[in-house]
T-cell receptor, first 112, second 109 residues
């Protein structure tokens, strides 16, 4: 049982490039979410999904898109990378809304 | 005002000590509460949920005070392996989770 799998683990981008961070879970969880973690600020919610075909914005959605075409996958797209998006990104899932979440091991993203 | 506030620490304690962390939350409509543990450069991992009546899991005790809007975590008989950052998490509207920035604990021999 792999849990929540994130790829890649590390990535360096140039300003203006786009990329997709992948997240997959094999626990049949309905709720999935993306966070970014910056020093001194804790984790902040970017986008979340309560089921396939349903997504919504969190606290810091600007510059990011998501989609949820299947229960298992919840990719996060950076449309035009900016240095302010340098961060550690975590994907998480839970069986249903309000339940404790399981986290992937993160993607460390640097934008030059 | 932040949704969730924690003392960043660090709390430096000897092995065997008892240590307590508090966390305050700003929105009285918050519905569920959790403590997570995060080791350096690792993902957060659920330590325990926090229930209104208080709950215990081995050496760890969590309390919730809705009137004062704070959550506490007590660790008894601290171990070296308890050294980590402890994150307070609050859930509101079921869909959104708000994380504190964490309290760092160092347990020393």
């Amino acid at each position: 049982n792999a849990g929540v799998t994130q790829t890649p683990k590390f990535q360096v981008l140039k300003t203006g490039q786009s990329m997709t961070l992948q997240c997959a879970q094999d626990m049949n969880h309905e709720y999935m979410s993306w966070y970014r973690q910056d020093p001194g600020m804790g984790l902040r919610l970017i986008h979340y999904s309560v089921g396939a075909g349903i997504t919504d914005q969190g606290e810091v959605p600007n510059g990011y898109n998501v989609s949820r075409s299947t229960t298992e996958d919840f990719p996060l797209r950076l449309l035009s990378a900016a240095p302010s998006q340098t961060s550690v990104y975590f994907c998480a899932s839970s069986y249903s809304v309000g339940q404790p979440q399981h986290f992937g091991d993160g993607t460390r993203l640097s934008i030059l | 005002r932040k949704e969730v506030e924690q003392d960043p620490g660090p709390f430096n304690v000897p092995e065997g000590a008892t240590v307590a962390f508090n966390c305050t939350y700003s929105n009285s409509a918050s519905q569920s509460f959790f403590w997570y543990r995060q080791d350096c450069r690792k993902e957060p991992k659920l330590l325990m949920s926090v229930y209104s009546s208080g709950n215990e899991d081995g050496r760890f005790t969590a309390q919730l005070n809705r009137a004062s809007q704070y959550i506490s975590l007590l660790i008894r008989d601290s171990k070296l392996s308890d050294s980590a950052t402890y994150l307070c998490v609050v859930n509101r509207n079921f869909n959104k989770f708000y994380f504190g920035s964490g309290t760092k604990l160092n347990v020393k021999p």
